[in-house]
């Protein structure tokens, strides 16, 4: 199986401040990743797929970027609404995994 | 507007099953994988398989064979998962999820509001 390894596994972040989420997979995977945001008792929302693609009505302070096997979830100017859990998800193979997550509060 | 509405919270006791829904509206449910995921606290997230409602294909993760049975009805445009022989580590949350197939990478876009499953004598 492809591991995920997704850091940190939590991180403060100020208002406006930039953040990055890395994401790095056991074997390369061809973009085919994905980032979903999820916010607490509700289930896993799409942010980016296929690395860098934006899906339709997530902010563009959301940016994804990477290749081979590694890549990164950026938000640039943290906002209230951004504390959440975030996932990554490789589908390049089966099992499609995920990543453990990152816990982001708003400092 | 899509939406996977999914039944409700179930507790059962260890060596059961359960068979919880997941109803699609909003798009042509036999058009996109259904996929299934399993959420434990403090676990992640683990992707149990999907099914294709167009003609009833299936694909497991390994771990999840002879666990998890994935069928779908057209008519009523509902995709099920059975859970069998069920012990405290079936414990968790269970979200549906729509696949999409971008021919080089995939995605799930929409995701049902999930099913907690409580295992307990």
């Known amino acids: 199986d492809i591991q995920m390894t997704q850091s940190p596994a939590s991180l403060s972040a100020s208002l406006g401040e930039t953040v990055s989420i890395e994401c790095l997979a056991s074997?390369?995977?061809?973009?085919?990743l994905a980032w979903y945001q999820q916010k607490s008792g509700k289930s896993p929302q799409l942010l980016i797929y296929a690395a860098s693609r934006l899906q339709d009505g997530v902010p563009s302070r959301f940016s994804g970027s990477g290749s081979g096997t590694r890549y990164s979830l950026k938000i640039s100017g943290m906002q209230p609404e951004d504390e959440a859990d975030y996932f990554c998800q490789q589908s390049y193979k089966y099992p499609y995994t995920f990543g453990a997550g990152t816990k982001l509060e708003l400092k | 507007q899509v939406q996977l509405q999914q039944s409700g919270a179930e507790l059962v006791k260890p060596g059961s099953s359960v068979k919880i829904s997941c109803k699609a509206s909003g798009y042509t449910f036999t058009s996109y994988d259904m996929h299934w995921i399993k959420q434990q606290p403090g676990n992640g997230l683990e992707w149990i398989g999907w099914?294709?409602?167009?003609?009833?294909?299936?694909k497991y993760n390994q771990k999840f064979n002879g666990k998890a049975t994935l069928t779908a009805d057209k008519s009523s445009s509902t995709a099920y998962m059975q859970l069998s022989s069920l012990t405290s580590e079936d414990s968790a949350v269970y979200f549906c999820?729509?696949?999409?197939?971008?021919?080089?990478?995939?995605?799930?876009?929409?995701w049902g509001q999930g099913v907690m499953v409580t295992v307990s004598s």
């Open positions: 099914i294709y409602p167009g003609n009833g294909n299936t």
């Open positions: 074997e390369g995977i061809s973009n085919d």
């Open positions: 999820a729509r696949g999409v197939d971008g021919t080089y990478y995939y995605y799930f876009d929409y």
